[in-house]
């Protein structure tokens, strides 16, 4: 089991940045990829970007790869995205996710294990 808490979120205005962290904890030595997704009101889940173990390699949605980097530290089992440039189309809850293996996928039921979300609202 790997229990996710993301942190990070919360009211930033158009053209502003927020880096969102997501700590593991659990089974967390073995090699998994860990992801994040948004989910707006009233939208379906999708996927924002991936990291695998190593970190060598990352996938990035392409509505964000410009303004969002996607990192990790495994000494501290966190991950965390950097989102610069935001846009009040951005505005969404924010998972974090994981699953084992190294294939990065960007669909939802792909992932084993979810946090609870944090908050991001851009104002314009």
């Known amino acids: 089991q790997v229990q996710l808490v993301e942190s990070g979120g919360g009211l930033v205005q158009a053209g502003g940045s927020l880096r969102l962290s997501c700590a593991a904890s659990?089974?967390?030595?073995?090699?998994?990829?860990l992801g994040w997704f948004r989910q707006a009101p009233g939208k379906e889940r999708e996927f924002v970007a991936a990291v695998s173990w190593s970190g060598s390699n990352t996938a990035c949605a392409d509505s964000v790869k410009d303004r969002f980097t996607i990192s990790r530290d495994n000494a501290k089992s966190t991950v965390y995205l950097q989102m610069n440039s935001l846009t009040p189309e951005d505005t969404a809850l924010y998972y974090c996710?994981?699953?084992?293996?190294?294939?990065?996928?960007?669909?939802?039921?792909?992932?084993?294990?979810w946090g609870q979300g944090t908050q991001v609202t851009v104002s314009s």
């Open positions: 659990g089974r967390t030595s073995s090699n998994y990829v």
């Open positions: 996710a994981a699953r084992r293996g190294s294939y990065i996928p960007s669909r939802p039921w792909e992932y084993d294990y």
